[in-house]
């Protein structure tokens, strides 16, 4: 059935909190958060429950339907030490996204998650690299190129309580570069993940207060800016580095809790 995926293995999306902030690294570059797929899911320790993991395959098209024959593998295993305080978690997918005799395209991540949590404050980090085989197309002259892409991501962030129930604040700031082997010698590169565009790097920092007046609603005033750096050397002004900043005032509320 639809479920979530081991991507987010029912704990980073849960630790962080806020996804109506924004999304973990790995979901806001368009890991599946859930599929349609089949998982096994299990304890090591049925009775203390620090020891687990999943195993899943699905289309890796979320609520859309499949377009292809390619599925997607996920796999993880997580560990809860200090009394469940301190969480780890080791994630890898393999996708295939095309496959002929003269274009093997396929995708897989390796990601690595830790938290330190308790009712006061929560302490988190999150980092992947994403191997993207064949992934984009670069052009220098008449010559056409496909090359490999690897992409790099890192989350930290830290919330905790001010006031208990009433008012706490959340602070989060992520680092993406789409292709770490970017060659500036080439005129042009277009990336065939849409979400991995090599030709830019981003830097993300937010930053909110969570006010909580009855159970269950919540206003978080916050502000976002999401940050642009050019990967080709060449370009100025703006197209060399740019920013967006964007002051929302975000409404929650939670059903049936």
């Known amino acids: 059935g639809e479920m979530y995926t081991p991507a987010f293995s029912l704990l980073t999306e849960q630790i962080w ?14 890991t599946p958060a ?45 560990a809860k030490f200090l009394e469940k305080k301190l969480v780890l978690d080791l994630y890898a997918d393999y996708q295939r996204l095309n496959w002929t005799p003269t274009l093997h395209h396929s995708r897989n991540m390796l990601k690595g998650f830790a938290a330190y949590t308790t009712p006061a404050f929560t302490l988190g980090v999150e980092a992947f690299i994403n191997y993207g085989k064949n992934d984009v197309i670069a052009t220098k002259g008449n010559n056409i190129d496909t090359l490999n892409a690897n992409a790099k991501g ?79 050397t060449a370009l100025t002004g703006v197209a060399k580095k740019d920013y967006d900043l964007v002051y929302r005032l975000t409404f929650y509320y939670i059903y049936n809790r």
Not at 17 to 28: L, N
Not at 214 to 219: A, G, L, T
């Open 17 to 30: 909190g806020y996804r109506p902030i924004e999304r973990t690294i790995a979901d806001a570059f368009r």
């Open 34 to 78: 859930y599929d349609l797929g089949i998982v096994l899911r299990g304890k090591f320790d049925p009775q203390t429950e620090n020891f687990g993991y999943d195993i899943m395959v699905g289309n890796g098209t979320q609520s859309r339907p499949e377009g292809d024959k390619f599925k997607w593998f996920y796999g993880d295993v997580y």
């Open 154 to 232: 890192i989350s930290v962030y830290i919330r905790g309580s001010i006031i208990n129930e009433k008012l706490g604040y959340f602070a989060r700031t992520d680092y993406f570069n789409p292709d770490v082997n970017y060659i500036n010698s080439y005129a042009s590169y277009k990336g065939l993940s849409t979400y991995y565009d090599p030709n830019n790097k981003q830097q993300l920092i937010t930053a909110g207060l969570d006010f909580t007046p009855v159970k269950n609603v919540h206003f978080m005033p916050n502000a976002t800016y999401t940050g642009y750096t050019a990967q080709n």
